[in-house]
C-alpha cells in the first residue's frame, strides 16, 4: 500500500479559512476517495494567536459537505514539535482547512497524506 502526498501548502492564513487541497479559499470539495492524514507545522504562531483547523465531509453523496472535526491552536505551539491529526477514511465531498480565529495572519506549511 503506497503513502502519497497529494497536497503540500506553505500559505499566510488569515481570517478566510483556507483549503488545504486546493490551495484557496475553502471549502471544497474533494472526491477522490482514499484514508488521509494532515501534518500542520505550527511553530509561527505565537501567544495570543487561535487557530482552526477543520475537516470536511458528505455523509452520502448526495448530502451537504459539513464540517466534522475542528482543532483549535491557541497561543505559541512548541518550536520543536509539528500537529498530525487522526487518520480519515473519505468519500463523497470532503476537504481540510485552515483559518486564523484571533491574533496575526501566519506562514503555515501543511502536508496531507493519503494511504490507499
Do not use: C
Request: glycine share 6%; no cysteine; charged share 20%.
Amino acid at each position: 500500500m503506497a503513502i502519497t502526498e497529494p497536497f503540500a501548502v506553505s500559505e499566510t492564513i488569515t481570517t478566510t479559512e483556507w483549503s488545504l487541497t486546493t490551495d484557496t479559499a475553502g471549502p471544497d470539495v474533494n472526491t477522490d476517495d482514499g484514508i488521509y492524514q494532515v501534518f500542520l507545522d505550527l511553530n509561527a504562531l505565537a501567544d495570543g494567536d487561535v487557530f482552526a483547523f477543520r475537516a470536511y465531509e458528505k455523509v452520502q453523496s448526495a448530502d451537504t459537505q459539513r464540517a466534522f472535526f475542528r482543532q483549535d491552536f491557541t497561543n505559541a505551539q512548541g518550536a520543536d514539535d509539528d500537529w498530525a491529526s487522526p487518520s480519515f477514511i473519505l468519500l463523497h465531498g470532503w476537504d481540510f482547512t485552515l483559518q486564523k480565529i484571533t491574533g496575526t495572519d501566519r506562514l503555515i506549511t501543511a502536508s496531507v497524506r493519503k494511504v490507499a
